[in-house]
């Protein structure tokens, strides 16, 4: 299990509502250290940043005394400056090995363009990134899947690239958690007349690809778009995670384009973990 975590909070709603019934749930799992860390945005705050550093240091020890009490190892920090690249140097320093942070909605969609979170924090860090994808109920927020859940059938999905090692890599930390797992590849390459063809290779790549793993997998070749493939996958195979390479590619392309890891993350229901690939 992933035993540093990193937990960006900006106090909204969603975000603590993430921090008191996930994040102990991920420590029942095995987790073993805590870093609670809030960022004053200094393109939003600017010369006020200065003045609000110290009341927001106070109010996250408070949450950090608070997750104490339930016998939670929680550190605090808060720091000024751009929040993905302050979430980024924080995630190194602790030596965290999984960065937590929670979204509403399509707001990971509509804060890309805006210049924040979720997806420039994939692309600043190279540290794994898991995304709790949550709706709103009522007056309280709902997870597809319950935090204690989320690593029993991930859907692991690979490229044979260099960068499904690190998926790879990435999926054995939690591996002892896994009942039976999904491993996926999506043939969305070559001529029509090549597709038989390729989807025995696939095959073939998949079986060895399994062999890094001790934890049971199913394996599944898909034929289409990978990120359809991916999302229709993990919803028929009841999936609770998805695991997913985010490969480095210019900001304006991803936003434009929208990579596969980019429309997974918009359109999946289920938590998305990401793990940045260079």
């Given at each position: 299990?992933?035993?540093?975590?990193?937990?960006?909070?900006?106090?909204?709603?969603?975000?603590?509502?993430?921090?008191?019934?996930?994040?102990?749930?991920?420590?029942?799992?095995?987790?073993?250290?805590?870093?609670?860390?809030?960022?004053?945005?200094?393109t939003?705050?600017?010369?006020?940043?200065?003045?609000?550093?110290?009341?927001?240091?106070?109010?996250?020890?408070?949450?950090?005394?608070?997750?104490?009490?339930?016998?939670?190892?929680?550190?605090?920090?808060?720091?000024?400056?751009?929040?993905?690249?302050?979430?980024?140097?924080?995630?190194?320093?602790?030596?965290?090995?999984?960065?937590?942070?929670?979204?509403?909605?399509?707001?990971?969609?509509?804060?890309?363009?805006?210049?924040?979170?979720?997806?420039?924090?994939?692309?600043?860090?190279?540290?794994?990134?898991?995304?709790?994808?949550?709706?709103?109920?009522?007056?309280?927020?709902?997870?597809?899947?319950?935090?204690e859940?989320?690593?029993?059938?991930?859907?692991?999905?690979?490229?044979?690239?260099?960068?499904?090692?690190?998926?790879?890599?990435?999926?054995k930390?939690?591996?002892?958690?896994?009942?039976?797992?999904?491993?996926?590849?999506?043939?969305?390459?070559?001529?029509?007349?090549?597709?038989?063809?390729?989807?025995?290779?696939?095959?073939?790549?998949?079986?060895?690809?399994?062999?890094?793993?001790?934890?049971?997998f199913?394996?599944?070749?898909?034929?289409?778009t990978?990120?359809?493939?991916?999302?229709?996958?993990?919803?028929?195979?009841?999936?609770?995670?998805?695991?997913?390479?985010?490969k480095?590619?210019?900001?304006?392309?991803?936003?434009?384009?929208?990579?596969?890891?980019?429309?997974?993350?918009?359109?999946?229901?289920?938590?998305?973990?990401?793990?940045?690939?260079?």
């Open positions: 299990m992933f035993e540093r975590i990193l937990y960006p909070t900006d106090f909204s709603d969603v975000s603590l509502h993430a921090l008191r019934h996930c994040i102990p749930k991920l420590f029942k799992l095995g987790a073993k250290e805590l870093h609670l860390l809030h960022v004053i945005d200094i939003v705050a600017e010369l006020e940043a200065f003045e609000l550093e110290e009341p927001y240091r106070k109010k996250l020890e408070k949450l950090a005394e608070e997750l104490r009490e339930l016998g939670i190892n929680a550190k605090a920090d808060v720091r000024i400056g751009i929040p993905s690249l302050e979430i980024a140097e924080a995630s190194e320093e602790a030596k965290a090995d999984l960065i937590v942070t929670p979204s509403v909605g399509e707001n990971v969609w509509r804060q890309m363009f805006m210049g924040s979170t979720a997806s420039n924090l994939a692309r600043a860090t190279k540290k794994p990134v898991l995304l709790l994808k949550y709706v709103k109920k009522d007056d309280s927020y709902e997870l597809a899947v319950d935090c859940e989320l690593f029993r059938r991930p859907l692991v999905a690979v490229d044979f690239s260099k960068c499904s090692i690190k998926i790879i890599k990435t999926a930390a939690f591996e002892e958690l896994i009942d039976v797992g999904i491993l996926l590849h999506s043939v969305d390459y070559g001529r029509i007349d090549e597709l038989e063809h390729n989807i025995e290779i696939a095959k073939k790549n998949l079986e060895k690809t399994a062999r890094g793993l001790n934890a049971s199913e394996l599944e070749v898909m034929v289409g990978a990120s359809q493939a991916i999302i229709g996958t993990a919803l028929a195979k009841g999936a609770t995670l998805i695991v997913i390479g985010k480095g590619r210019s900001i304006l392309k991803d936003l434009i384009l929208g990579s596969t890891a980019e429309r997974v993350m918009r359109d999946s229901k289920l938590p998305v973990l990401l793990v940045p690939c260079g």
